[in-house]
């Protein structure tokens, strides 16, 4: 009996996750993931049963660690509006490869992933909004209205990050995105009156 080995396993992880971020979960071939990772094609199914299995095995570490730093850093009391913009620029970079994979994976896990992503999202932004601007209870009719900020924000977020980008591009176009959506708040919402 031939023992998997553990490097062997590692290499055709890096090169799956190459794979899936650059073609995404339809698109990628296991006989590419196999070339890239210096083995034969017929070996990577004594590790993994299939691609959905490789799939699950990268994806899976990838949505807990995401949620874990969401949970822990993602605290926005007494921060102003710069410093929140700069805890999601400085976690999209750190994370910018595992959220291209994610949402070039499978429709299921993406849809599970943004479900959540904006249901803490949204409860981040009605904080910030309220502990910014008060008087935003009072303007804010829609019940909803936090729910599409964040969901559209997110989905702008994830379509501007492209692995062909370099780490600066990607940083500016954030940032130019953040500004977009929460930049000079305070005059928008000395301005909504209806």
């Known amino acids: 009996m031939q023992y998997l080995k553990k490097e062997v396993k590692e290499r055709i992880l890096c090169a799956a996750m190459e794979e899936f971020k650059q073609y995404g979960y339809a698109d990628a071939s296991i006989r590419n993931i196999a070339n890239n990772a210096e083995i034969s094609l017929g070996n990577i199914y004594r590790y993994f049963a299939n691609k959905e299995a490789l799939y699950l095995t990268i994806i899976n570490p990838l949505l807990e660690g995401i949620q874990q730093v969401i949970e822990k850093d993602f605290v926005f009391d007494g921060r102003t509006m710069k410093e929140i913009s ?39 932004v009605r904080e910030m909004m309220t502990n910014a601007f008060p008087q935003i209870q009072s303007k804010i009719q829609n019940e909803h209205f936090y729910d599409v900020i964040a969901e559209s924000f997110l989905t702008a977020l ?26 000079h708040m305070h005059d928008r919402f000395n301005h909504f009156d209806m």
């Open 158 to 183: 994830f379509k501007i990050l492209h692995p062909g980008d370099s780490k600066e591009v990607q940083e500016r176009n954030v940032r130019e995105l953040v500004t977009f959506y929460f930049g």
């Open 86 to 124: 700069e805890v999601l620029v400085t976690f999209l970079m750190d994370y910018s490869d595992e959220i291209i994979v994610i949402r070039k994976g499978n429709s299921i896990h993406y849809d599970n992933f943004m479900n959540y992503i904006v249901k803490v999202a949204s409860t981040k």
